[in-house]
Each structure stands twice: as structure tokens, then as C-alpha cells.
């Protein structure tokens, strides 16, 4: 499995980039899908998160500004950046739980990451 993550770069404050990740390879069922992000000199954080059906949780830093989807026919994962702060400059991980076969456990897949810098 997977995990191709896009959409980032250079922006600046106030712009609205929208990240995208795509699951690929052997996927029997896609479970939780989410956003990370890591900082310079900080842990990784959870930014976003959203089940098969649709439940959704977000960071309290994000709620309002972000807003993550996903298309379960496609295995992609989406989040749409608004208004963004120069301390939302980090690398942008997405994150699928994925079951490849039946009967198989779950795994828990990273994308390689994608760097997102606000210029103010």
C-alpha cells in the first residue's frame, strides 16, 4: 500500500491550498483517513480525521479553517486549507488505515509528506 500526498508548497497567509492523498495498491477496505503535521522542532500532531462514515474530528487549531473529505470510490483523502497562519508551516502527512485483504489485520499507513509553508 500506498499513501501519494500533494498539494503543498508555498503560500501565503490568508491563501487556501488543498492538499490531496491518494491510496494505492492492495486495498481491500479503507478505514480512518487523516492529516498530520509536524513542525520544525515539534511532534507530530493529528490535524484532521475522518472515518469511512464520514465522522470527523479536528484539531481545536484547525476547527473553522480546515475541512477534510474524502472520496471512498477513489481511496483519496482531502484537506481544504483556509485562512492560514504562518503557524500552520509544517509537513503535511495524510494517513490511512488500510485492511489489504480480507482477513487480514489493518495497517496503519503514512504518506511520505508534504511541505506546506506560510509566508506572512
Known amino acids: 500500500v500506498q499513501l501519494q500526498a500533494s498539494g503543498g508548497g508555498l503560500v501565503q497567509a490568508g491563501g487556501s491550498p488543498r492538499l490531496s492523498c491518494a491510496a494505492s495498491?492492495?486495498?481491500?477496505?479503507?478505514?480512518?483517513m487523516g492529516w498530520y503535521r509536524q513542525a520544525p522542532g515539534k511532534q507530530r500532531e493529528l490535524v484532521a480525521i475522518?472515518?469511512?462514515?464520514?465522522?470527523?474530528n479536528y484539531a481545536d487549531s484547525v476547527k473553522g479553517r480546515f475541512t477534510i473529505s474524502r472520496d471512498n470510490a477513489k481511496n483519496e483523502v482531502y484537506l481544504q486549507m483556509d485562512s492560514l497562519k504562518a503557524e500552520d508551516t509544517a509537513v503535511y502527512y495524510c494517513?490511512?488505515?488500510?485492511?489489504?485483504?480480507?482477513?487480514?489485520?489493518?495497517?496503519?499507513?503514512w504518506g511520505r509528506g508534504t511541505q506546506v509553508t506560510v509566508s506572512s
Open positions: 475522518i472515518t469511512s462514515g464520514g465522522t470527523i
Open positions: 494517513n490511512a488505515k488500510i485492511r489489504p485483504e480480507v482477513g487480514q489485520d489493518t495497517t496503519n499507513n
Open positions: 495498491g492492495r486495498i481491500f477496505r479503507v478505514n480512518d
